[in-house]
């Protein structure tokens, strides 16, 4: 059995609570909330918020209410109200412009010539949006920030405005608010995952953009690089990089801005190039020679003129596949350096634009979705005293066994006490990443006292993306302490992660469960 990956993570004898991901925010607030307690919606707030939809609409309150100045502000999942004694009558309530602490406005598009689309600010409202943003008002949501978005991670289309957020779920018609105010209060609200998952905020604030890449930034736009979603950090190369979610921008070191440049996200994501044919001449598209003169890649000239407004074909890097469908809405064609959509059902001036690989990119590449820890070991209290209850405690293991497969033999973890119990696991896949379509193999290896645990029972758990848990459990180890178990297909959205445990009954109302993760991914 081959391995892309050995896992090392171990939480001992408790059950494991499956890891989400964390919210990411913006600065501080300065308020003195408790994360164990809820709050209730202020009085000077209550007929304010229940108007507006209440918890249905806006979600719970989740901090206390607290001043800044003379001003009355209180958080709630999809924003931050605010009460605002000196204001004009029409002013004294209003959301606070959250939006504008998390994105730099996206420039302008062309006034659209279509008449029934609603252009404010500079920007299409998405027509399914707009109903929403009438109920609610434009001086309550603000102006638009954005042409309309898709997050490939949520499945949903979104759309931020200066005070809200709004969503829309693939396959619902149902318009939600962003959780804007679990974005904004962070840890010190009481709710760091808003109530509805889907409404999540993967982006961090525009000024997370490191100075290294804010020049870049500046010039091309943030519409084509889109925001950060994730700080910037040494990469494993040694190179300095951050990831956005269009794009992954990398330099030789962080005070060398002048060496930014695209990393080739499409072969690092396994999008499959297309071999190079002969120019058609359609005066439509724009041919790109590849192999002399005669082979190659034509461009529609759309795309072109995108890619000359964004910089040129350097920056974009060479077409690896030619224009084609994507989907039953969409067609796109991918770059070295970044793919491209081409959306006609999309309002004018948001139909072209880059497809979102940095968010498969962050599943892949950045920072691991759970933090390695030191191997320990479970020692359990001797097992010929039952007069005494029995006790557990978690140990640094001086020598980790090695995963099947290694060219390592398992070693004694330690020396053990006569009459004392050792468990060590260790837990594998057979792929990192999986398509939707394909079966994915999980592995255990279970040690006690250095040797092979055999004949020993184990649950496997899957944490799937919809909230659901799948159970399944293994035959009993083989002479090696091993077992492992071929898993069907999982349908779930692209980029998503399948977390997963297996536990195993050490002694009475006592498991040792490990933990670990997968990715799904099918490259465009």
Not at 129 to 141: H, S, T
Not at 328 to 342: E, P
Request: proline fraction near 11%; charge should be negative; charged fraction near 20%.
């Amino acid at each position: 059995m081959r391995m892309t990956r050995k896992n090392l993570l171990f939480l001992g004898m408790l059950l494991f609570i499956f890891l989400a991901a964390g919210c990411e925010g913006a600065d501080e607030v300065a308020l003195n909330a408790t994360p164990s307690l809820s709050y209730s919606i202020d009085p000077v707030f209550r007929e304010f918020y229940d108007y507006r939809g209440g918890e249905s609409r806006l979600g719970k309150a989740i901090s206390p209410p607290f001043q800044e100045g003379r001003k009355t502000v209180q958080f709630v999942e999809a924003g931050k109200m605010i009460f605002d004694p000196d204001a004009p009558v029409k002013d004294l309530f209003r959301m606070a412009p959250l939006g504008v602490e998390m994105w730099a406005s996206e420039p302008p598009v062309e006034p659209p010539a279509h008449p029934g689309l609603h252009y404010v600010a500079g920007h299409i409202i998405f027509p399914d949006f707009y109903p929403l943003y009438e109920q609610l008002g434009a001086q309550m949501v603000g102006k638009p920030l954005t042409e309309v978005k898709f997050n490939p991670i949520r499945q949903r289309y979104e759309q931020y405005f200066e005070n809200l957020g709004f969503y829309r779920l693939i396959g619902s018609a149902e318009v939600r608010l962003l959780s804007y105010g679990v974005w904004a209060c962070k840890e010190q609200c009481s709710l760091t995952e808003p109530t509805w998952r889907d409404s999540i905020i993967d982006t961090h604030s525009v000024d997370a953009i490191d100075p290294t890449f804010k020049p870049f930034v500046a010039e091309k736009g943030i519409d084509f690089s889109g925001s950060a979603l994730e700080a910037a950090r040494r990469a494993d190369d040694g190179k300095w990089e951050q990831i956005l979610e269009n794009i992954v921008l990398v330099a030789e070191a962080s005070n060398l801005p002048e060496s930014v440049k695209l990393r080739p996200v499409s072969e690092m994501l396994n999008i499959l190039p297309d071999a190079p044919r002969p120019y058609s001449g359609d005066p439509n598209n724009y041919f790109y020679p590849t192999q002399g003169n005669d082979l190659g890649y034509e461009i529609p000239n759309f795309f072109w003129e995108y890619i000359e407004k964004h910089g040129n074909i350097a920056v974009f890097g060479a077409p690896i596949t030619h224009y084609t469908p994507f989907d039953q809405m969409r067609n796109h064609q991918c770059f070295q350096n970044l793919c491209l959509f081409y959306d006609p059902g999309a309002p004018e001036g948001a139909r072209i634009r880059p497809e979102p690989l940095g968010y498969a990119y962050k599943v892949l590449y950045g920072k691991p979705a759970l933090q390695p820890t030191p191997v320990p070991t479970l020692t359990l209290a001797p097992t010929r005293a039952p007069e005494q209850s029995p006790t557990a405690t978690l140990e640094p293991a001086p020598v980790s066994p090695s995963p099947p497969g290694a060219e390592q033999q398992p070693q004694p973890p330690g020396i053990v006490l006569p009459g004392m119990r050792e468990i060590a696991m260790q837990v594998w896949e057979r792929y990192t990443v999986v398509k939707t379509i394909q079966s994915q193999e999980i592995g255990v290896w279970i040690l006690e006292n250095g040797r092979p645990m055999v004949g020993q029972t184990v649950e496997l758990t899957l944490k799937l993306p919809d909230g659901s848990e799948q159970v399944y459990t293994l035959a009993p180890t083989d002479f090696n302490g091993q077992a492992s178990i071929t898993l069907p297909a999982i349908e779930a959205p692209n980029g998503a992660l399948i977390y997963y445990k297996a536990c195993v009954p050490v002694a009475a109302d006592l498991r040792t469960c490990i933990a670990d993760y997968f990715v799904i991914w099918d490259a465009p």
